[in-house]
């Protein structure tokens, strides 16, 4: 038996350090927690038999990495060599929970995921300027206080811990670099979805992927920030989409999320970590080892933006913006507009009722030419998807006649509010010509589902988002045939049909379908 396997608890070290607790077994190396009886304080041992032929790699690591003194890195106190047969060093010990172990239960919101990765883009940043490289960054290496303060271990030692054969053997030092930013890409990546792209490490699964090319977080995980999955891109696109400029350094990255962290807090309140290093390392931590659930399930946090209300439209923005401007002076001028524009309705619906013109009125005064409008063709509308189509194949039932058929959304997951990944999706009726509108009238599939109705200006082109669209009508918690009026005074040539919330088809699976759609009005 080994000398290693010989040690346990109890056992001296260096005539100083006794052995407590064995942390860890990693990579042919162990680490212990250990009681320094000189100064009486808590200390992490990692050690790995002298007999290895890491081992002067290992304390050469080591003793390089002393030079970056960085408070999140844990300080390295003492290197001893061959003593029990062991190369050991000795460093600073931190009463907290491996980022891995966090992860397995449970992604992080967006807003700690950001502040998490940014602690250790900030540390990684300043490691390099000192032209030293970590170049074996995985959540293992990541610990998490209980304050939610952020710790990096093994800074130049998880390197000169590869298993034979698996050593990097690249001499450039731009490339070192390169290897740092993936993985801080990387671990952001994993935060928020609990997958690590390329392979399977750490207790967590490898991230999927799409012919070749690694799937961006928001299409793994409901709910992930926007601005986190494009920063994700950025850094492990290849190329990043829609031409966005690449992260390239640990700095850019650390600037880049504390601005997305940033507009979360403005957006969402306080957060839970602070921006500055804790100072709560204590060197004097208690033998009584972390009880419960790791810190990142424990501490209080927001609901995922998945399960939060979908962000005001650009008709809701404007109406608030409309009723801001009744405020002060500017509203006792609004206010003589109003009462000049209801004047001069009133003349003029006297002066049109003396003149007893003729007009196209049935009986009960609406106009006797409503109908129902030909509909020339329809085509799906959803600018927010990846390849912008919603199922375009089967649209066209929406206006074969038949109630036995119709158009489905994609199936989405965890609320009724499209997932929390879009505003909605929907179909863009088009009437052949300018028409005036009445009423539509929609049959589907399942309830409750929210509806909107949107029409374009005259002479527009087809649309293709909800930009430069009006809302004329609206309907909330539709059942199965929703009649929907639409205010007078509409004419448009395009009318779309915009689901905003969908009907639950299973447990936590949300679908919409139309199957008939009339348009009634006056050609």
């Not at 890195?73 to 061959?82: H, K, T, W």
């Not at 439209?313 to 109406?319: D, S």
């Not at 052949?432 to 929210?450: I, K, Q």
């Amino acid at each position: 038996m080994s000398d290693r396997r010989a040690l346990a608890s109890g056992d001296v070290l260096a005539e100083r350090y006794e052995l407590q607790d064995l942390v860890t077994e990693r990579l042919g190396s162990t680490t212990w927690r250990a009681n320094d009886r000189v100064l009486n304080r808590n200390v992490g041992i990692e050690m790995l038999p002298s007999t290895d032929p890491r081992a002067h790699q290992f304390l050469d690591a080591a003793r390089l990495s002393t030079s970056v003194t960085d408070p999140r890195f844990l300080r390295v106190l003492d290197l001893i060599e061959d003593d029990h047969g062991q190369h050991l060093v000795v460093r600073e010990w931190a009463k907290a929970f491996p980022l891995d172990q966090v992860l397995a239960e449970s992604p992080l919101p967006s807003q700690r995921a950001a502040r998490v990765v940014a602690e250790v883009a900030e540390a990684i940043a300043e490691a390099h300027e000192r032209g030293v490289h970590h170049r074996r960054l995985t959540p293992h290496h990541v610990l998490l206080k209980q304050s939610g303060a952020v710790r990096v271990v093994g800074l130049g030692v998880a390197s000169a811990l590869a298993p034979a054969g698996h050593h990097d053997t690249l001499d450039d030092i731009h490339e070192y670099e390169r290897l740092d930013v993936q993985a801080l890409g990387k671990l952001l990546y994993a935060c928020v979805t609990s997958r690590w792209p390329g392979a399977h490490i750490d207790q967590l699964r490898a991230a999927p992927t799409e012919h070749g090319r690694l799937l961006r977080p928001r299409q793994v995980k409901a709910g992930v920030s926007r601005e986190l999955d494009t920063i994700c891109d950025r850094i492990l696109g290849t190329p990043p989409a829609h031409h966005r400029p690449p992260l390239t350094t640990a700095a850019d990255i650390a600037q880049a999320l504390h601005l997305a962290g940033d507009d979360d807090v403005r957006r969402d309140g306080p957060t839970t970590l602070t921006r500055a290093s804790s100072p709560d390392l204590l060197r004097l931590d208690p033998v009584v080892q972390p009880q419960g659930p790791p810190p990142g399930l424990e501490p209080p946090r927001r609901r995922p933006k998945a399960y939060e209300p979908a962000p005001p439209t650009p008709f809701e923005r404007g109406k608030a913006r409309a009723l801001a401007t009744t405020k002060g002076d500017r509203g006792l001028v609004l206010a003589g507009i109003l009462v000049a524009i209801v004047i001069v309705s009133i003349l003029a619906f006297l002066a049109g009722r003396n003149t007893g013109g003729d007009d196209d009125s049935g009986p009960d005064g609406t106009s006797s030419d409503v109908r129902a409008l030909p509909i020339q063709g329809v085509r799906d509308l959803d600018p927010q998807g990846d390849d912008k189509e919603e199922n375009r194949s089967t649209v066209k039932r929406v206006i074969d006649g038949r109630l036995s058929t119709g158009w489905r959304t994609a199936t989405y997951f965890g609320q009724a509010r499209l997932g929390g990944i879009k505003d909605g999706v929907g179909v863009v009726l088009d009437l052949g010509g300018p028409r005036e509108l009445s009423a539509v009238r929609v049959r589907l599939a399942g309830r409750p589902t929210d509806i909107s109705v949107y029409a374009s200006t005259a002479g527009a082109d087809p649309p293709r988002s909800l930009k430069g669209l009006r809302k004329v009508a609206m309907l909330d918690r539709a059942g199965q045939d929703a009649s929907i009026q639409v205010r007078s005074g509409v004419l448009t040539r395009y009318v779309v049909i915009w689901l905003t919330r969908l009907p639950e088809i299973g447990d936590g699976e949300f679908r919409g379908e139309i199957r008939e759609v009339t348009v009634e009005g006056a050609s």
